[in-house]
């Protein structure tokens, strides 16, 4: 069942040879099947010949086709494609002769138009994707399901790497990705939306959604927006992502898919497991114990073994129908994906202070092992009723769960105060995510010039961390002799609902040119948002303890109230949100030639927060209103049938993290962390030019440019509050910063290869104070050690200069084998802004390679075999502070793995290669 | 008792060395100092408390308390202030507490606890690391903290579930006595603490005088008895420490406030300190200089201590402006003259050090004097910020149990665990004798060591009643009498 890396190539180079084979041959027919009208490429018309009832040929993504070795002789082929009227065409083909025949087909038109039931475009196909980019009033980006089963990606997350423009963040424990950067901004400057509408998270302190929680093969199509129009909530500056899921098919369609995979790193190295049943759910506090004793914290989640972990299995279901003369449409799909992952990470902790001169300093080295068991379900229903010809509801709802067992052991050793010292956590930890949507819509024609749809939203998303628990032991004398230092359980949990409501009113007046609409509406959303935790820490007794085990080991609480754990903490907190926004917009086209969508919409939003603290803390409470107007403008140029000139301005905001405005006051690792009640929504001002050429359906060519503006940004950044006190480090609005880029996007097919390319150049700055420690006069090695501060401008976080993706691509429909490969390139960029000057940690530049491929076993059963090879390079994920390397001198300290005297590497993460291989089955 | 022992000690023992003049001070009576009107002793306190504590009543805190901005909350001499379990002083005004050699004020738990200072007695039963309540912890606000002739014991609590200080969470450990303001002054004499678990004074930044101090068993598995960061500036002298969990005073420039961390250590007596620190983290047992902090240590006593001055080489003391000498050490083990200088990881004690062996120590290890390895100009060499040239491995085998500084009351060689003292109890004095060799060997040369005298306070009823100028006897008893009055 397991297959290794070169199992896997030897099956790619026979499949690659059988293909040259088969294309040697002396007589052919052939041409390209094209739509009559658009002179589309039909990729997929299958090409019969009836004399002996079998398909010889299906039409390649440049729509061409290729019959060989074909008798002398009068020939009767039919050609057919979904949606379009069937054709005959005889052909005599004498001798050696090879014939060109170029196939128009008919669309068929009136098929279905009563009941309106369009749908007979592929809109999963990448044909579609690429004619709503073309046909859409605003910038996007579209990758269509066709594509995402033929990806070698299984999540989201991993999806939307292949965007162009977008980086994706990936875990430390698994290495899988996890928030999207868009055009080198933050994931807070982005959201998500599911069908369109906006759905909340289960982070607990921010707005953004992991994308990591949904399953690829639940979505119909990922489209990143990259310019708002006034009908979207404004509230993205980088961009957004909008998951468009599986709709009900036209017929019967059933499908079945399973595969079995493997991590190479467990070949290697065990997976590290604890007994995930001894977790409880609630915390003592919780389950009405006030004052907990040692026994009530169970020690099997702190027992880890080393196994040989199960593959990997995925699978998925999905059913649709249409019922009723069609009128009620179905579907129901399920994914469950059951994956074990790891991570061998390297890792120095900077000291609170750096050395004189802001030269970057060492707390700690640490070698840490994750193994991470991650079962990810989405379920995904709608039902649609076409009530009469101009009304139709739905119901759509999704569900999505991503459970994480993750076991961490960390090796840390002292690089400064008591050399010698190591120090060794080990950290079970559940992390269990939740989000649940359920939207009622319906579309209804009011009258012929007047049509409105609506939408009822009940959402929500949990997030349930039950015993985070973690056994600290240490040793002073190199790992010889270990005592027990303390073990802490922690439980934290949050959820987030939404009730929203919204409505959108088109009108298309008939003293207004025949494509002109006028589009007006408005929506609101109730949100509620909790948030609870607790920490538990119990010492040794007797103390100081020599370890052995865990069973071992005993423990109690020191010290008065330990044992009731943290009833009042800053973490503890409820948010409500009310936001109410209306818009309107107009278009229309003028000069024939040029579509104008403008707008303006406005949003109030109401924030209401309290906390646990007492009534003396300043800030315990809090009401904050947000009130934004965002004008819009969006002109399409078309140049000729297929160029598109394309310019749009768009103004936008980023609310700040519901946390962030909580003035939360925690010690920090290296400062003290403090809320900001003051900190205001940045506003950007953004601009968009794109030339577009789509030379065929699937083929594209983009070249464009941004600009942002933007005002406030919120960065995290080192504060001394007025009057005396420490450092903080704080949320803050930070002037202005400015974000630009171009991007270029190409695809392009060769009869059954394709290329698909995309980059991305983006350069911003932001300028913000850093902090810096040296002698006041630096000339006069007698003056004092002072702390002052600089103003600096950087890229923002997260920004990377240069993103790449490469895709190549083989398509052979005759012997049902799809092949891809895979190539992301990410420049270096900011992971993580240090409040000193000089020591920010940068992500160098990565390049990461995956191979797909999907063969079709039985053209009768409908049967494929697929495979996907994930993260060949293994290579691993480097971040460095842009110093000299003082480390790196033989007279100095040593760290490990450097290897540039010129940069200090501070974290180095490998996180193994990933194989999959399984069948698809479809009714 | 120990005061009248050596009293009569020292009449019996006259010497013509007193160069020093011992006139009498005529004592003229002042009025009760008085700030606002008089805190009420007939109930409980809790909430808000200012004015003034009176002489001789006994006021209980049964919950948690805080001195306002703006407000002063003043002890008369001879003032008891009994604190309930678990229970918070929160200073963001003026706290004042003006014991007195006769009337000493009291702040600690509402209960007795028996005091076990019997040597050797377990430290896991003792008492002393019970952390009782939570101390005195002043705000970033706070102006003026200041003990005179004040105990203060048992403290070390963590933060209750709804009263903690800015920064803190319920359930965090709490110091003994913390001070948070640059721009503060905080002024400790003549006083006492006894038990903490972790620091029993944390000093994160403000401008410090503390002098003729005694401090017993502080830090329950780690902690050190002064522990100054960033922003702090101003002399620990004279203060007697005995059985530290780390450090006895230690300096440090972390933080990022105030001006830069510098401290003047001197005339002070550390005993036993070091032994118990849970893992021993490579940190010190006696005198601490690290990260960038910089200042004087002269004519310190140091016996049986887990290591000696220790100069951090990373993140490395400010080397370069710093000076230490006429210190004294005395060790009964090997262990201990190995670590005078406190010596590299090669070591199982895993302590790195920069400490430039001085000729003017005691015993002077003359050995070392004359190594290139052992010299300035090779330790205080900077590569990227750090000192990466550290002591390295040496043998004082033949300083051990070498130079009895011949205590009043403590016999030496130790028979016992070196950690075995943690106080004193009743058969302990570490007051010198006259033939203690400790006696006029170190220094009162101004150019080489002088008072910082940082505190800007001025009113005569509030400001230092002493700044004891360095003295020649190392250690906190001056045989002219001067010194800690303990």
Redesign the interface.
């Known amino acids: 069942m397991i297959l290794g890396k070169t199992n896997h190539f030897k099956v790619t180079i026979l499949l690659f040879l059988l293909v040259f084979l088969t294309q040697i041959n002396a007589t052919t027919i052939k041409g390209r099947i094209l739509d009559s009208k658009t002179q589309e490429p039909l990729t997929g018309a299958i090409i019969i010949d009836k004399l002996n009832d079998k398909i010889n040929d299906e039409a390649r993504l440049d729509g061409s086709y290729f019959i060989k070795k074909i008798k002398p002789g009068k020939h009767l082929f039919s050609i057919q494609y979904v949606g379009y009227i069937k054709q005959e065409k005889e052909v005599y083909v004498s001798g050696n002769k090879d014939v060109v025949l170029d196939i128009l087909m008919e669309p068929r038109k009136n098929a279905l138009a009563e009941v309106q039931i369009v749908g007979k475009l592929d809109k999963e196909s990448s044909d579609y994707a690429r004619s709503s980019e073309k046909r859409a009033d605003n910038l996007l980006n579209i990758i269509s399901a066709r594509s995402i089963q033929l990806s070698p990606d299984i999540t989201v997350a991993n999806v939307l790497q292949r965007v162009s423009g977008v980086t994706v963040q990936k875990t430390s424990n698994s290495g899988e990705g996890q928030y999207a950067i868009i055009r080198g901004m933050d994931k807070r400057y982005n959201y998500t939306l599911i069908n369109g509408i906006k759905i909340p998270s289960p982070n607990d302190k921010n707005r953004y959604v992991p994308m990591d929680i949904f399953p690829a093969e639940l979505i119909s199509r990922i489209e990143v927006i990259k310019a708002l129009t006034p009908d979207m909530e404004g509230d993205a500056i980088g961009g957004v992502m909008n998951l468009v899921m599986k709709d009900a098919p036209d017929k019967l369609l059933i499908s079945i898919n399973g595969s079995v995979g493997y991590n190479k790193m467990f070949f290697d190295r065990p997976f590290y497991q604890f007994n995930t049943s001894a977790i409880n759910p609630q915390a003592p506090s919780e389950r009405g114990i006030p004052n907990a004793s040692p026994s009530d914290f169970p020690i099997q989640d702190l027992i880890f073994k080393g196994i040989k972990p199960f593959p990997n299995l995925n699978g998925g279901i999905s059913f649709g129908d249409r019922f009723f003369d069609k009128r009620l449409g179905f579907v129901l799909a399920i994914s469950n994906q059951n994956t074990y992952s790891g991570s061998d990470a390297f890792v120095t902790v900077p000291?609170?202070?750096?050395?004189?001169?802001t030269?970057?300093?060492f707390e700690t080295k640490e070698n840490r092992t994750y193994s991470t068991l991650q079962n990810r379900l989405g379920i995904h229903n709608k039902l649609d009723f076409q009530i009469d010809r101009n009304n139709k509801i739905s119901l759509y709802n999704a569900y999505f769960e991503l459970n994480k067992y993750d076991s961490r052991h960390v090796d840390q050793t002292?690089?400064?105060?008591?050399?010698?010292?190591v120090?060794v956590y080990d950290r079970s930890q559940t992390q269990l995510e939740k989000i649940y949507n359920s939207t009622l819509q319906g579309n209804h024609n009011l009258t012929n010039t007047i049509k409105l749809d609506w939408s009822a939203v009940f959402s929500k998303a949990w997030a349930n961390n039950p015993d985070e628990a973690e056994l600290h032991t240490?040793?002073?004398?190199f790992g010889n002799t270990l005592?027990l230092?303390g073990i802490s359980h922690k439980w934290r949990n949050n959820s987030d609902q939404d009730l929203a409501a919204y409505l959108n009113v088109f009108w298309n007046p008939a003293f207004l040119p025949k494509n002109a609409e006028i589009k007006a509406g408005g929506m609101f959303r109730h949100k509620t948002r909790h948030n609870f935790y607790t920490?538990y820490?119990l010492d040794p007794s007797?103390?100081?303890q020599t370890f052995s085990t865990i069973e071992n080991a005993t423990v109690l609480f020191?010290?008065?109230?330990?044992n009731?754990?943290?009833?009042?903490?800053?973490n503890d907190y409820d948010v409500t949100e009310d936001l109410m926004a209306g818009y309107g917009q107009i278009k229309f086209k003028i000069l024939t030639k040029l579509n104008v969508l403008v707008g303006v919409r406005v949003e109030h939003d109401l924030q209401n927060y309290t906390t646990p603290m007492?009534a003396?803390f300043p800030g315990r409470a809090g009401i904050i209103p947000y009130m934004d107007i965002l004008p819009s403008l969006h002109l399409k140029y078309e140049l000729s049938e297929n160029q598109n000139l394309r310019l749009s301005y768009f103004s936008s905001i980023s609310r700040p993290g519901f946390f962030e405005i909580i003035p939360y006051?925690?010690?920090g690792e290296t400062f003290?962390e403090k809320g900001n009640p003051n900190l205001k929504e940045a506003k950007a001002a953004n601009v968009d030019l794109r030339y577009e050429l789509f030379p065929r359906a699937s083929e594209q060519i983009l070249v464009g440019a941004f600009y942002k503006n933007i005002v406030d940004p919120i960065e995290y950044s080192l504060v001394?509050e007025a009057?005396?006190?420490?450092?903080q480090l704080k949320p803050q609005n930070f002037g202005t910063a400015t974000n630009y880029g171009v991007e270029l996007v190409f695809n392009k097919y060769f009869g059954n290869f394709g290329v698909s390319a995309n980059y991305t150049y983006t350069k911003s700055s932001i300028t913000t104070y850093k902090?810096t420690?040296g002698r006041s006069n630096p000339a006069d090695?007698?003056s004092?050690?002072?702390?002052d501060s600089v103003l600096r401008t950087r890229p923002m976080q997260g920004q990377a200069d240069h993103i790449g993706n490469l895709s190549l691509l083989y398509k052979n429909q005759k012997i049902g084998l799809d092949c891809q490969f895979s190539l992301v390139y990410t420049g270096q960029y900011i992971s993580q802004v240090s409040g000193w000057d000089g020591l920010d940690f940068w992500s160098m530049p990565n390049t990461t390679i995956d191979f797909s491929f999907e063969q079709r076993l039985s053209k009768k059963f409908n049967l494929s075999i697929f495979g996907k090879a994930r993260n060949l390079l293994n290579s691993a994920a480097i971040t460095r502070i842009l110093k000299p390397n003082?480390?790196y001198?033989p007279?100095?300290?040593q760290l490990p793995q450097q290897d540039s005297p010129n940069s200090i590497v501070v974290q180095k993460e490998q996180y193994g290669q990933n194989f999959l291989l399984g069948f698809r089955y479809l009714f | 008792m120990k005061t009248k022992i050596f009293y009569l000690s020292a009449l019996a023992l006259i010497t013509a060395s007193l160069f020093t003049s011992c006139t009498e001070k005529a004592v003229i009576s002042t009025p009760p100092v008085v700030v606002g009107s008089a805190v009420s002793d007939a109930s409980p306190l809790s909430g808000s408390v200012k004015g003034t504590m009176l002489s001789g009543k006994t006021y209980t805190i049964s919950g948690d308390i805080t001195v306002n901005a703006g407000d002063t909350l003043l002890l008369q001499p001879g003032v008891t202030v009994k604190v309930g379990r678990g229970k918070t002083i929160l200073v963001k005004g003026v706290f004042i507490s003006l014991g007195t050699k006769t009337s000493p004020n009291y702040i600690g738990p509402d209960k007795s606890f028996t005091k076990t200072d019997a040597a050797g007695y377990s430290a896991a039963a003792d008492s002393a690391y019970i952390g009782y309540w939570t101390g005195l912890n002043c705000e970033s606000t706070c102006t003026l903290l200041d003990l005179k002739w004040t105990h203060i014991e048992y403290t070390g609590a963590k933060f209750g579930a709804t009263f903690f200080p800015s920064g803190l969470s319920a359930g965090a450990g709490s110091f003994g006595i913390q001070f948070t303001n640059p721009n503060g002054d905080f002024i400790m004499e003549d006083s006492w603490m006894y038990g903490s678990i972790d620091d029993a004074v944390r000093i994160s930044t403000g401008r410090i005088h503390i002098m003729r101090n005694t401090f017993e068993k502080c830090g329950a598995t780690g902690g050190d008895c002064l522990n100054a960061k960033s922003g702090t500036v101003g002399d620990m002298a004279y203060n007697l420490f005995v059985g530290t969990a780390t450090n006895g005073t230690k300096a440090s420039n972390k933080g990022g406030v105030g001006p830069q961390t510098n401290v003047n250590m001197y005339n002070n007596t550390y005993i036993s300190g070091g032994y118990r620190q849970k893992a021993p983290t490579g940190r010190g047992g006696s005198i601490n200089y690290e990260e960038g902090a910089k200042g004087k240590a002269f004519n310190n006593l140091m016996v049986n201590c887990r290591t000696g001055v220790r100069i951090h080489n990373n993140p490395a003391a400010d080397v370069i402006n710093m000076s230490y000498g006429y210190n004294y050490t005395y060790g009964d083990s090997l262990r201990v003259m190995n670590n005078v200088y406190p010596v590299g990881a090669s070591l199982t004690s895993g302590t790195t050090s920069v400490t430039v062996p001085q000729s003017t120590d005691i015993p002077a290890y003359t050995a070392l004097l004359s190594n290139a390895n052992f010299q300035q100009t090779y330790l205080y060499t900077i590569v990227g910020g750090i000192c990466p040239n550290i002591v390295g491995v040496y043998d004082g085998s033949a300083y051990v149990k070498v130079g009895d500084p011949k205590f009043v009351g403590f016999t030496l060689p130790l028979t016992g665990a070196l950690s075995s003292i943690s106080a004193i109890n009743s058969t302990l004095n570490f007051r010198l004798q006259s033939t203690s060799p400790a006696i006029g060997k170190g220094t009162a040369d101004a150019s080489k060591i002088a008072p910082l005298n940082a505190v800007q306070v001025t009113n005569k009823n509030f400001k230092p009643t002493e700044v004891t100028l360095p003295g020649v006897d190392m250690g906190c008893y001056q045989s002219n009498g001067t010194g800690n009055q303990h």
């Open positions: 000291r609170a202070q750096p050395n004189p001169g030269l970057p300093a002292s690089l400064s105060t008591g050399v010698g010292n120090d240490a040793s002073s004398d005592i230092n920490e820490s007797p103390n100081p020191s010290g008065y109230n330990a009731a754990g943290s009833p009042v903490n800053q007492p003396t006051n925690i010690k003290d001394r009057g005396p006190s420490a450092l902090k420690y090695p007698t004092q050690l002072v702390t003082d480390y001198l007279s100095n300290i």
